[in-house]
């Protein structure tokens, strides 16, 4: 009885509370986190993407309860020379520590780290932000931390390994990070079991999804039998992503980054310049 009334006056305090807005202040930052080649060409090119070169981004969004730091990069940055390093298929010229420090920011003030998904062109600065608190999707983190972990851990999994003792918040879905609607991360497993969109709702630039690699090209959304990179995952799951990430662009009117795309990456502002 006790606990109906007491719930009962709750919903009606909950029903009672003003709407919250979107903080003003919502800043968004993309750092240069290098270049990648793609790794076979061939099959881009017959479907007409004419450039497969791709662009390495990560993101700071900056809200008044905190910092979200969105993906961390292809090569680490203690790796990185002054003329730039090539590893692999991967050019990197700046670090990501570097861009941080110059809009004021050093890894200890990262709030939130959420990666994409632990691919090595998302993962690699992940150690320096293991301080953070880790938004990550269960199935995402059991495939990074195997019950079984294997007897020789690749490059990518050395470079987020310390994520594991992080301050973890397990995800199951979709997830309202700072609590009023303005970024929330959206669950789009395929291309790894656990990889996730992210929607940021700014107030003059309007609303934006950072793709992660839902699409890595914009020719995969034109052409709708263009998946060249589904085979590395789950591919009807992907596809059900996908429907579910195209139902929120035309809802809420949002633009879609796709964050490998090098053409349109050309045009947006980078760090120290923001998006508001
Ligand atoms: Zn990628």
């Known amino acids: 009885m006790l606990t109906k009334v007491f719930t009962t006056i709750l919903a009606a305090a909950l029903a009672w509370?003003?709407?919250?807005?979107?903080?003003?202040?919502?800043?968004?930052?993309i750092f240069d986190c290098g270049q990648l080649k793609s790794g076979n060409p061939d099959v881009l090119l017959a479907r007409g993407v004419t450039t497969t070169d791709m662009s390495v981004a990560a993101y700071l969004i900056v809200h008044t309860r905190g910092t979200l730091l969105w993906d961390t990069g292809v090569i680490p940055d203690e790796l990185i020379k002054p003329e730039g390093t090539i590893e692999a298929r991967a050019t990197v010229k700046k670090t990501l520590k570097g861009q941080l420090a110059e809009i004021g920011y050093k890894p200890s003030d990262i709030t939130y780290l959420a990666l994409s998904h632990n691919h090595?062109?998302?993962?690699?600065n992940s150690n320096n932000f293991a301080g953070s608190t880790w938004l990550v999707q269960r199935e995402e983190r059991k495939a990074m931390f195997p019950d079984t972990p294997p007897a020789?851990?690749?490059?990518a999994a050395e470079r987020f390994s310390a994520l594991k003792n992080s301050k973890t918040t397990v995800l199951d879905g979709d997830y309202d990070v700072f609590g009023d609607g303005s970024v929330v991360i959206i669950a789009t497993p395929g291309h790894t079991p656990g990889h996730q969109s992210l929607l940021v709702n700014l107030k003059k630039t309007g609303p934006i999804i950072l793709s992660g690699d839902l699409y890595h090209y914009p020719a995969e959304?034109?052409?709708?039998?263009?998946?060249?990179?589904?085979?590395l995952g789950n591919p009807e799951q992907e596809k059900r992503s996908k429907i579910k990430v195209?139902?929120?662009?035309r809802e809420k009117n949002a633009k879609l980054w796709i964050q490998?795309?090098?053409?349109?990456?050309?045009?947006?502002?980078?760090?120290?310049?923001?998006?508001?």
């Open 120 to 124: 090595y062109d998302h993962s690699a």
């Open 221 to 231: 959304r034109t052409l709708k039998d263009f998946t060249p990179f589904a085979a």
């Open 246 to 249: 195209e139902a929120w662009l």
């Open 17 to 29: 509370s003003p709407i919250v807005q979107a903080p003003t202040s919502l800043k968004l930052y």
């Open 260 to 276: 490998h795309d090098i053409i349109a990456w050309q045009t947006l502002k980078k760090s120290p310049a923001y998006y508001e």
């Open 152 to 155: 020789a851990p690749n490059t």
